[in-house]
């Protein structure tokens, strides 16, 4: 395949991963037939066929709590949201109680110490800490794991996408914008494409690569330009 064509391929992949809803990460792929040069397939990352949702709505299940989860109040439930609030004057004891999405949580490290009334400032050192807790408690799930979790991957509805047509895949190239994981990666071996072009740049994790490799699959990684929507993490 010509240079000209690849890099051509590779921004049709990144104009491809423009399309995912997926707000974490955006993948592109394109199924090639290297003889001829044409574009067999093409897929994104996203929500079930047919208008289903994402996993998690507008936010990824992958990327454990965010700030917004981690809601502090007062003995009484009051949450401390505005610098005017009242919150934390005049408490019947020393508890702080801490609401992760609908669930409250007392434990000895949210205790409060000194006098009963506390500032503003106290309860969001206490809101802070809490995250800090929970996140190290339940780090975000790594990419490539816990396959219930998630979107559609890209390679994954390019393979649905040959099944449900008159396309064949055997022998095909498949490129990515990052590193297939194991799943789809066994997908694509029993897919019967010879060999896939992980494009530099894009995301690169301990996923599928080797499965591929062992089972005869090419792998390379090619020049192209960077994925301005990678997301670390």
């Known amino acids: 395949?010509?240079?000209k064509h690849l890099r051509a391929r590779i921004a049709q992949c990144l104009a491809l991963a423009d399309c995912s809803p997926c707000p974490r990460r955006k993948f592109g792929a394109v199924l090639l037939d290297p003889v001829r040069n044409v574009v067999l397939m093409d897929g994104y990352n996203g929500a079930p066929r047919g208008g289903g949702a994402l996993c998690g709505g507008d936010r990824c299940l992958r990327d454990g709590l965010l700030p917004e989860d981690v809601v502090v109040t007062d003995c009484q439930g009051i949450p401390v949201s505005d610098p005017k609030s009242e919150a934390g004057a005049g408490l019947d004891d020393d508890t702080?109680?801490?609401?992760v999405k609908d669930k409250f949580i007392v434990s000895p490290e949210h205790k409060t110490t000194g006098p009963k009334t506390?500032?503003?400032?106290?309860?969001?050192?206490?809101?802070?800490a809490c995250r800090e807790q929970l996140l190290t408690e339940n780090p975000p799930i790594k990419s490539g794991t816990r396959m219930e979790i998630g979107c559609h991957h890209a390679e994954m509805n390019i393979i649905c996408n040959v099944a449900a047509s008159t396309v064949s895949s055997v022998g095909a190239w498949l490129i990515v914008t990052g590193e297939p994981c194991l799943m789809c990666a066994k997908h694509i071996h029993h897919a019967g494409i010879v060999k896939v072009l992980v494009v530099k740049g894009g995301y690169i994790g301990e996923n599928g690569v080797a499965y591929l490799r062992e089972n005869g699959v090419d792998v390379e990684e090619v020049e192209g330009p960077q994925d301005p929507r990678s997301v670390s993490g």
């Open 1 to 3: 395949m010509k240079e």
């Open 96 to 99: 702080v109680l801490v609401r």
């Open 118 to 128: 506390h500032g503003h400032r106290f309860w969001l050192d206490q809101a802070t």
